[in-house]
């Protein structure tokens, strides 16, 4: 199985939260496999049927977030937008995604809403045993 570990950490924080992403349909890993590994992630991880869904997801815009939000730290969504330079809408929509997903989050700080990462680091695993 290939793994691709796609480093999400904050400067000088240790690594804590992993999230994993497995590609292909559960019904293709035995049952066993399957319960093994929703036992081991803690809820922390997420199935993908196909490469392509999960690159939609990782598209190069989003990791230019996740990115940002990492390194810089931006105190807001609006900081957020001035630090990428994408429109606002895009970036909200993008946002949007990733929260659906669980991969960041929103820290209400007063009257700011501070876009945060939850994980530190997230591993994919891609099964290329066809059969």
């Known amino acids: 199985m290939k ?5 999400l950490s904050t400067p000088n924080e240790k690594s ?3 999230l994993e992403i497995r590609v292909g349909s ?3 890993f035995s049952e066993e496999t ?3 590994f929703a036992e081991d992630q803690g809820g922390d991880s997420l199935w993908f049927e196909s490469p392509e869904k999960v690159l939609r997801l990782f598209s190069e815009a989003r990791y230019q977030l996740l990115n940002t939000i990492g390194s810089e730290q931006p105190e807001s969504k609006n900081e957020l937008v001035e630090l990428t330079g994408r ?3 895009s970036v909200y929509r993008d946002m949007n995604m990733l929260e659906e997903y669980g991969i960041v989050g929103i820290k209400q700080e007063g009257q700011r809403k501070r876009p945060v990462l939850l994980y530190d ?4 695993e891609i099964d290329l045993t066809f059969d």
């Open 26 to 28: 559960p019904t293709e």
């Open 16 to 18: 804590e939260r992993t």
């Open 121 to 124: 680091e997230i591993e994919i």
């Open 3 to 7: 793994r691709e570990t796609l480093p």
């Open 34 to 36: 399957a319960e093994a």
């Open 87 to 89: 429109d606002s809408k």
